[in-house]
């Protein structure tokens, strides 16, 4: 099965993650199929925190893929965040 995951960077205590798809099987951190965006929690103000490619996480939603429930919650809070800065 194909999933929507995060792959874990940076350095001790400053943690940056990579939003890719993945066959299930592989490790976290290893072989992904195609890097969709990248989420920062620890984003200081005016920092850019997390971006996505839209068109490209809708493509593999379409073929089958399963975004993990972390990455669920992740593109709710930004679609809801991006909804009231529009407002």
Do not use: C
């Amino acid at each position: 099965m194909v999933v929507i995951r995060l792959s874990r960077g940076g350095a001790k205590h400053r943690p940056f993650y990579n939003i890719v798809v993945a066959d299930k099987r592989v490790r976290r951190d290893g072989r992904f199929i195609e890097r969709l965006g990248f989420y920062n929690p620890v984003a200081k103000e005016g920092e850019e925190g997390l971006r996505i490619a839209q068109d490209r996480l809708t493509y593999w939603l379409e073929k089958g893929a399963q975004a993990s429930d972390t990455v669920a919650r992740i593109l709710k809070k930004g679609s809801a965040t991006k909804t009231a800065v529009a407002a």
